[in-house]
């Protein structure tokens, strides 16, 4: 163990990778915060420059840029309410609003704060505990799939502070974004409309950039310069952090738990675990009220959640070759590539290189701390900058971003599209991030209830026979009966005058 | 050394031929290729087609001294990246990887685009299906599951691999057919792609699978599924202990999902010839045998006109196959 | 843009009978008991559903009083006339003039023209615009294309990178 881990040091301590990972941090973060580029995209692009290193500066680079990307799409979430990966979309209105009342500093140092520990915890996880995770990844059907998948979608009216039912019909229309295409369990075209590029249906990523980057300069052409932000000094970031990691302790482990958990199965990822850990937040917070209006409990749990799941997630990947997500199937990609094949003989045989890809991701979480700061100092000159500035740059980013991630002008046509579909449901309170979730969890909920109902020859049964579907499925049913129940609760309340709380 | 004999040769010789068009426009006389070539490739970055693409790009670079720049064109399910290949400029500056689904698609009506829009340039690689079963499954052998599978009603068993119609599923129906059985005695259940596939397998979820053996390998390591046998004529050297059909069966059937290099119909006579002439430098090339063994990858090659009969007779088995499914719109 | 909910809450029922229809008349697959039809019938019917409750104002009352993003500003009415609100299709236009003219133009143009259209249509004088969309093209011009090897459009006008 002790020899394995110098090795794997020394296979990391040489300047190639050093260099990599430097390199690699620095363009995860400024891509990763540019509006309108994503994590994905970041990563995508690398793996041409991945093919001239070597096999361990290679995933170097892919860990530190994705590590990076991921945290830095909070920056224009945070301060300019465009979210750079679904996930961050979860709680990018509530970074705003922190914004908006002059606490941007304390969202972000939050974000890369409670990020970097939610990575390191779940790299630990990674490293103690891959045998178990694996266990857990591999007794998942399609039958627990469907039941976490519909766990996720009720996320949605707890993060929107709309009307529930608004926030319903946006997800509704997310799925029903996510039905375009041949990927369905008929492989047949559906609502393609005989367009050839509609066929492969629409990613959330343009999807994404549309309703939120688009239509964010589509309202500042109708709204007049906002005044200045107020500035209000607060010391040191890092201060203001360890205060929260006090106050937030629990809500920063449950955090970090959730996103293990939810990480190791494949599919489901990040995304998946910032919605969720967001949700729970406020269903379990003190101070429910105060979500949505900048209270930054809920960050503090979706952050620490969101990069464990990203750590986690190389669980299924290394082991089984299974990606978590499109960042993981590039990841195993490249491995592929590097000769590092994804199964368990990486663990034995090439024990040394898997001790170098946990240190890497140990040491890509600690130096997103100081880099992490840098970039937020800097970009929140954005918030000084005028407008006429920075919202034709965002065009510009919108227009490549969405090409590049193909190179496709449909993606662009996508972009346009969704920014005109956001515009409208913003301004007549329908939540677009609903319809994001919609559109990310679509593809996962159709096939796992599709697939349970051909294996189990049309039975509901399944559903609720296997041990973990059957703790799942009540674990929906009771989410999905709870508020009624709480709801007649205080009907009985206010019909007896005596015991009326008022 | 012999690398840096065949640059020098290359390199003579291009000054040679500049010297004799003296003259002439020197853009004309310039041999092929005088400018970078774009490698179009439908799929996504960091799968299997891109990988194999990304190495034969970064060898043509070596043997032909212009940069041969991989683009990912995705979309459509492949079919925007094909159709990108097929409509650009035949003079030889894009070319692309064709992969399976160019005579799959134009069945199910997806596409009019079929190996015939194609100047085919080398096949470069293929995969045989495998029969994958979990390791807790009762059957040994491939011939205890097919008799099981004979025995057992129309659909009591469920397979999956890929999304329905994809290249698995085709190999599942060919199979069946081979066996003399209709074509939905298996149940196929889509799924999205053959990893999700292997890992319901695990869960227990799927009786077997057809994806590819290179795909399933890493849960076959890890003792949670075995391969049974492969649809191919010959076993394949990553995994020399999986018989194939033929000899556990004794059955006759082999298909599999094929890569080649092609260009827009039309390209010049003498560049066509020079790039299939380069790719069997890259095919024997060491760097690519290594490539394609660590990863599993089948190795198969077929010149210009080797590639088009092979692309036509798979075409008319997909086509079968299709129809026997009922998806065939053609 | 603010419709009344009546309006959202009907055209959501339109949009979701469309779809649970067009799932339906979707084939069904040989062998399998369920395929691509059933879940466009279950979004369809659900979204309709929404729509009803919404054209009835039921949880309305959960709606917050003020805009779910607090309009920029607050204080100013933004100026409105007759044309004003087509101001906001101009971002998604500019994107499909992209589209359509970046392989023609070249990038370097064209990402020029919509900087200086966006910059000029939010106030900026030519004092910013002009020096921008020269700018700020050839700066993304040279990550993506020289960095990141993205096939960027030359077109008219070609870098010297």
């Not at chain 1, 705003?96 to 790299?123: D, N, P, Q």
């Not at chain 1, 329908?430 to 049309?458: C, H, N, R, W």
């Not at chain 2, 599942?172 to 059985?181: P, S």
Request: charge should be positive; hydrophobic fraction near 50%; glycine fraction near 10%.
């Amino acid at each position: 163990m002790l020899k394995t881990l110098i090795e794997a040091f020394a296979l990391i301590s040489t300047w190639e990778v050093i260099i990599a990972m430097l390199a690699a941090s620095v363009y995860g973060l400024v891509i990763g915060s540019l509006p309108g580029l994503s994590a994905t995209m970041a990563t995508a692009l690398l793996v041409p420059v991945t093919f001239y290193l070597s096999p361990i500066a290679a995933i170097a680079t892919i860990v530190a840029a994705s590590t990076m990307a991921i945290f830095s799409g909070d920056i224009p979430g945070a301060l300019l309410r465009i979210p750079g990966t679904p996930a961050s979309a979860a709680y990018a209105d509530e970074a705003y609003a922190m914004t908006r009342k002059g606490e941007a500093e304390l969202a972000l140092g939050a974000g890369v704060w409670f990020s970097a520990i939610g990575g390191i915890a779940g790299t630990l996880s990674l490293m103690i505990l891959a045998p178990p995770l694996a266990e857990i990844a591999l007794s998942f059907s399609t039958f627990e799939y469907f039941w976490l998948a519909f766990l996720g979608l009720m996320c949605a009216t707890l993060v929107a502070r709309s009307s529930p039912v608004k926030a319903i019909a946006g997800m509704f229309i997310g799925l029903l974004v996510s039905c375009v295409g041949i990927e369905n369990p008929g492989g047949v075209p559906r609502f393609t409309f005989g367009i050839t590029d509609l066929f492969g249906g629409i990613e959330p990523i343009p999807a994404l950039v549309g309703v939120f980057a688009v239509a964010q300069v589509m309202r500042a052409m109708l709204t007049p310069e906002p005044p200045p932000i107020p500035k209000r000094k607060f010391g040191s970031i890092m201060a203001g952090q360890w205060k929260l990691t006090k106050k937030y302790h629990w809500q920063m482990t449950r955090g970090n738990i959730i996103g293990v958990i939810i990480g190791v199965l494949p599919g489901a990822g990040a995304d998946m675990a910032a919605w969720v850990s967001y949700a729970m937040s406020k269903r379990f917070s003190k101070e429910p009220e105060k979500f949505g209006t900048g209270h930054v409990e809920g960050l503090v749990e979706a952050g620490a959640s969101n990069n464990a799941s990203i750590a986690s997630g190389w669980v299924p990947s290394l082991l089984f070759g299974i990606p978590g997500d499109t960042i993981a199937a590039i990841a195993i990609g490249v491995l592929y590539m590097k000769g590092l094949n994804p199964g368990p003989t990486l663990f034995t045989e090439k024990a040394s290189s898997m001790y170098a890809i946990y240190l890497m991701f140990i040491i890509a979480n600690i130096i997103m701390i100081p880099l992490g700061i840098i970039m937020i100092r800097l970009a929140s000159h954005v918030l000084r900058a005028p407008r006429s500035s920075i919202m034709p740059v965002i065009m510009l980013c919108c227009a490549v971003g969405s090409f590049a991630i193909g190179n496709n002008m449909f993606g662009v046509v996508t972009v346009a599209a969704f920014g005109i579909i956001g515009y409208v449901m913003e301004a007549n309170g329908y939540p677009v991030a609903a319809m994001v979730l919609g559109i990310v969890m679509g593809t996962m909920i159709e096939q796992s209830f599709v697939t349970s109902l051909i294996k189990s020859d049309g039975s509901v049964l399944p559903f609720f026979e296997r041990p973990i579907s059957a703790i799942l499925a009540a674990m929906a049913i009771g989410a999905l009966i709870w508020p009624v129940l709480v709801w007649l609760w205080q009907r009985l309340k206010a019909a007896s005058p005596a015991t009326s709380p008022r | 050394m012999t690398k840096i004999t065949r640059r020098a040769f290359a390199a003579s010789s291009a000054a040679a031929a500049a010297v004799a068009g003296f003259g002439f426009k020197p853009a004309l006389a310039q041999a092929y290729p005088a400018r970078p070539v774009t490698v179009i490739v439908p799929w996504g970055a960091g799968g299997g087609t891109d990988a194999t693409a990304r190495i034969v790009a970064a060898l043509l670079e070596k043997d032909l001294g212009q940069p041969f720049n991989v683009v990912n064109r995705t979309g459509g399910s492949g079919v925007v990246g094909h159709s990108a290949i097929a409509t650009a400029q035949p003079d030889g500056y894009t070319i692309g990887m064709l992969t399976v689904e160019i005579s799959m698609m134009h069945w199910q009506g997806l596409t009019e685009l079929a190996p015939k829009s194609y100047t085919p340039l080398a096949l470069m690689n293929e995969d045989p299906p495998g029969i994958q079963v979990p390791s807790t499954s009762p059957y040994k052998t491939v011939k205890e599951l097919a008799d099981a599978i004979k025995a057992a009603p129309v659909g009591k068993f469920k397979a999956s691999g890929t999304g329905q119609g994809g290249i698995w599923h085709l190999a599942l129906v060919g199979w069946m057919q081979a066996l003399g059985l209709p074509a939905n005695q298996v149940a196929w259940v889509p799924s999205n792609g053959a990893a999700p596939a292997m890992q319901d397998l695990a869960a227990g979820g799927l009786d077997l699978t057809t994806c590819s053996v290179p795909e399933a390998r890493a849960i076959i390591e890890a003792g949670k599924a075995r391969s049974l046998a492969i649809m191919a004529p010959k076993r394949n050297p990553s995994f020399p202990d999986v018989p194939t059909l033929k000899e556990s069966m004794g059955i006759d059937y082999a298909t599999g999902a094929w890569r080649g290099i092609a260009g827009p119909k039309g390209l010049p006579a003498d560049v066509a010839t020079k790039l299939t002439a380069s790719l069997k430098k890259v095919y024997d090339s060491k760097e690519f045998k290594d490539f394609m063994s660590n990863r599993g990858f089948g190795t198969v090659w077929g010149d210009a006109t080797e590639f088009a009969g092979f692309m036509d007779k798979g075409d008319a088995q997909m086509g079968e196959a299709m129809k026997a499914a009922g998806l065939s719109k053609a | 843009m603010r419709l009344p909910d009546q309006v959202t809450g009907l055209f959501l029922v339109g949009l979701g009978a469309a779809a649970a229809y067009g799932g339906w008349l979707l084939p069904p697959v040989p062998g399998q008991p369920v395929g691509p039809n059933i879940f466009p019938l279950v979004i369809g019917s659900g979204l309709a559903l929404c729509g009803i409750a919404i054209t009835f104002g039921i949880g309305h009352t959960f709606e917050e009083e003020e805009e779910i993003i607090p309009l920029e500003g607050g204080q100013v009415r933004p100026p409105t006339g007759k044309l004003y609100g087509l101001r906001a299709l101009l971002p998604p236009a500019l994107l499909l003039f992209y589209v359509v003219a970046a392989d023609r133009l070249g990038f370097i143009i064209t990402a020029g023209l919509i900087v200086y259209a966006t910059s000029t249509a939010l106030g900026a004088r030519w004092k910013l615009s002009l020096p921008l969309a020269v700018l700020a093209p050839m700066g993304i011009h040279l990550i993506f294309s020289k960095l990141l090897r993205v096939p960027l459009p030359a077109g008219l006008l070609s870098m010297p990178w």
